[in-house]
């Protein structure tokens, strides 16, 4: 009779406890109402984002890679939590900043820039890192091959057609015949770059001269030591140049010295044009490949590094008046985008 009696109140009890379900013991087939949202892991994930220093190509490409990451399931603040750092310029707090976030057992590091990935792949052999804004990554030693990283390392590159890129100067000044560089010396990428200018101008009917400097003071007095010595900047992918592009564009326009550029941010912020990749895209490039890596879908060792495959050209009318630069209407009709500022 007990045992009667202590069932009917396990039943009821039972009944009370989970009026949500369709029976004791059975789940709710009640269905989730984001069913068109990918699925993210149920575990919250943290992500480490360092930044060599903030302008804006490196900006977007931040930017893009947080907002396909939440195209992804991983939503900031709920399925992923970021930490976001930016080195200011130095190698040091680079360092010190990956350090950081291998203390605090991130899942996953995301390096802007080169030298930011050198610093995260020197401190941590275990945590994934996906870097995005890096030239070479094989002269950065930051992976074995583009096909086949071999790491904990992988990404995608913003190595630029430096060629074409060149090539415009041709266009927008035809009589021109030596362009100035002026680079950072302790990037690699931007060495690279350099070195791929230099193997492409000859064909090109131009000649490079170089400037290296060592700190973003020193770009003001580059450029003004080669006026009356080159015909035309070129501002590669620098970090530190592009960063301090306002010094560049200064003298160019007082002198009326025409600038191109490595990459499309650096022409909305004054310089007359460039063939270049959407960096705001790259990141969100770099995002699918990172939520691969989070889902356990992909290892880094096994992830090619990957590039953007359609490169635009923009041209800034304002910027060619301002440095006395006529732009041919044939360039005008192929422009992608014309920024009129």
Wanted: proline share 4%.
């Amino acid at each position: 009779m007990r045992k009667q009696k202590w069932n009917a109140l396990q039943s009821f009890f039972c009944a009370f406890a989970l009026l949500s379900v369709t029976a004791c013991g059975q789940q709710s087939s009640t269905a989730p109402d984001n069913q068109n949202t990918p699925a993210a892991s149920s575990k919250q994930v943290k992500v480490g984002i360092v930044q060599i220093v903030e302008h804006p190509a490196l900006d977007a490409a931040r930017e893009g890679f947080i907002a396909q990451m939440a195209k992804n399931g991983y939503e900031k603040d709920k399925q992923v939590v970021y930490d976001v750092q930016s080195a200011q310029g130095e190698m040091n707090t680079a360092i010190q900043i990956a350090q950081k976030f291998q203390g605090d057992k991130v899942d996953l590091i995301l390096a802007i820039a080169t030298p930011t990935a050198q610093a995260a792949a020197q401190t941590t052999k275990e945590i994934p890192i996906v870097f995005t804004a890096v030239t070479d990554p094989v002269a950065a030693g930051l992976v074995k091959s583009m096909e086949k990283p071999e790491g904990n390392v992988t990404g995608t590159t913003d190595m630029n057609p430096v060629e074409e890129q060149l090539a415009l100067v041709k266009e927008l000044k035809p009589e021109a015949k030596t362009v100035g560089i002026i680079y950072n010396s302790g990037e690699v990428n931007s060495k690279v770059q350099v070195d791929a200018a230099k193997a492409v101008a000859d064909k090109l009917g131009l000649t490079i001269q170089e400037a290296a400097i060592t700190s973003p003071t020193e770009v003001k007095q580059a450029a003004e030591s080669m006026v009356g010595k080159v015909d035309a900047f070129y501002v590669p992918t620098d970090n530190m140049v592009v960063s301090s592009i306002s010094a560049v564009l200064a003298v160019a326009e007082a002198q009326k010295i025409p600038v191109v550029a490595g990459e499309e941010n650096s022409v909305k912020s004054g310089a007359i044009a460039t063939y270049g990749i959407d960096y705001g895209k790259l990141g969100e490039q770099t995002a699918d490949m990172a939520v691969k890596i989070l889902k356990g879908e992909a290892k880094p060792a096994d992830m090619a590094v990957e590039k953007q495959a359609e490169m635009k050209l923009v041209i800034n009318k304002k910027a060619a008046e301002k440095m006395g630069v006529t732009i041919p209407q044939a360039m005008l009709d192929r422009a992608a985008e014309v920024v009129e500022q």
